[in-house]
């Protein structure tokens, strides 16, 4: 049982290069979610998804792109990237969002350098 | 705007001794609260999830506490180790069927032996 894993683990883009991040679980979740983490700053919600099929956008979704094909797959997309999108991108999943399955499991993180 | 906001900023502390890591929201209304260690350069893993009629819940020597009167909650750390410097990270999810939880910045946490 992997829990969450993330591809690449680290990147190194030139502006205006795109590229795909890819996040996969193994536990049956429903909720899926993409986050960036920024020094001095929060996690701040990119994307998620509510079921296979299913994106919407969270707080901070200028610049990407998702799709979720298969429930165990969400993937993230910059399709031309900016220096301002340097960051870690972590990946997450949970069960449900409802009372006692509302914990998010995180992935390792992706560590993207946009130069 | 809902807000979560966290103190102390950072922490030092020597091994063996307590600690209390506080944190404030302004998150309405209220579903839950999470505290998260985020150890360096891996990702955030859950320590606690309170709801509203929680006042306590424990975790090891991590004990969280949650007064929704006055919107506050607090992670206390029994004799801590080496392993516990970490980043802590409150979280609090508003209901209503909103998905987008609200983080605070995390208080950085360093054990000293």
């Known amino acids: 049982n992997a829990g969450v894993t993330q591809t690449p683990k680290f990147r190194v883009l030139k502006t205006g290069q795109s590229m795909t991040l890819l996040c996969a679980q193994d536990m049956n979740h429903e909720y899926m979610y993409w986050y960036r983490q920024d020094p001095g700053m929060g996690l701040r919600l990119i994307h998620y998804s509510v079921g296979e099929g299913t994106t919407a956008k969270g707080e901070v979704p200028d610049g990407y792109n998702v799709s979720r094909l298969k429930k165990q797959n969400f993937l993230l997309g910059l399709e031309s990237a900016a220096p301002s999108q340097t960051s870690v991108y972590f990946c997450?999943?949970?069960?449900?969002?409802?009372?006692?399955?509302?914990?998010?499991?995180f992935g390792p993180g992706t560590r993207l350098l946009v130069l | 705007k809902n807000q979560v906001e966290q103190s102390p900023q950072s922490l030092i502390i020597l091994e063996g001794k307590n600690c209390t890591l506080q944190?404030?929201?302004?998150?309405?209304?209220?579903?839950?609260l999470r505290w998260y260690k985020q150890d360096t350069g891996r990702g955030p893993v859950s320590l606690t999830i309170m709801t509203f009629s929680e006042n306590t819940k424990s975790n090891g020597r991590y004990t969280a506490t949650l007064d929704a009167d006055t919107k506050q909650s607090s992670l206390h750390i029994t004799a801590s180790q080496l392993s516990d410097s970490a980043s802590y990270i409150c979280?609090?999810?508003?209901?209503?069927?909103?998905?987008?939880?609200?983080f605070g910045r995390g208080t950085s946490l360093i054990v000293h032996p």
């Open positions: 944190c404030n929201y302004t998150v309405s209304p209220f579903s839950n």
């Open positions: 979280v609090v999810s508003a209901s209503g069927g909103s998905y987008i939880p609200t």
């Open positions: 997450a999943s949970s069960y449900s969002i409802h009372r006692g399955q509302e914990t998010q499991y």
